[in-house]
């Protein structure tokens, strides 16, 4: 079949920084593989992302080998994308943050919420506020980075079920592991 992707993607290959997304709705459904990303394959910061969903956020029903994901990242480019779009081998931008509030979140089957950092920036922080965060069935919320300072997991909500998910806070490197604040 046809290689598909749905998301919506802030992206830099420059010097300067990724746009940020800001996302106001009611309900926010990111499901099937689909990803809304902010990402820095330079030196340049990764861009924020926002969601402020009133009624709900709905994460998942992805894919083992094609996540529904929603991330703020660094990365390091392929060897031939990076030697044509002379970009550095490891990138030194900072990671962006993302924050999402919602009464409701739900990330299920294969839903990834992170900020990673694949160079030598420090990580960003994810803030999720919700009265309610349901986490199940091979669901990831993660703060991740290479040699920087790891970003921040903080986390308000009212009830948190976590079932076959997990929240972590990877550093490697020289940088300090980041904190989760539940």
Do not use: C, M, W
Not at 84 to 90: D, F, Q, T
Not at 147 to 174: C, F, H, V, W, Y
């Amino acid at each position: 079949g046809v290689f598909q992707v749905t998301g919506i993607t802030a992206t830099t290959f420059g010097l300067g920084d990724a746009g940020n997304i800001d996302i106001n709705t009611q309900t926010l459904l990111l499901t099937d593989s689909a990803n809304i990303s902010t990402t820095s394959h330079n030196n340049g910061k990764a861009g924020n992302i926002t969601v402020n969903a009133t009624d709900f956020f709905e994460i998942g029903n992805g894919k083992e080998t094609r996540f529904s994901n929603l991330n703020s990242s660094v990365l390091r480019g392929l060897e031939f994308v990076r030697l044509s779009l002379n970009l550095p081998e490891v990138p030194a931008g900072d990671g962006g943050n993302i924050t999402i509030n919602t009464p409701y979140l739900k990330a299920s089957n294969y839903g990834v919420i992170e900020v990673i950092n694949l160079g030598s920036g420090n990580g960003g922080t994810l803030k999720l506020n919700a009265d309610l965060i349901q986490l199940k069935d091979k669901v990831t919320v993660g703060a991740n980075s290479n040699s920087g300072e790891g970003g921040n997991i903080l986390i308000e909500a009212g009830s948190l079920q976590i079932r076959d998910g997990l929240i972590t806070t990877n550093a490697k490197g020289e940088g300090n592991g980041g904190n989760i604040d539940i």
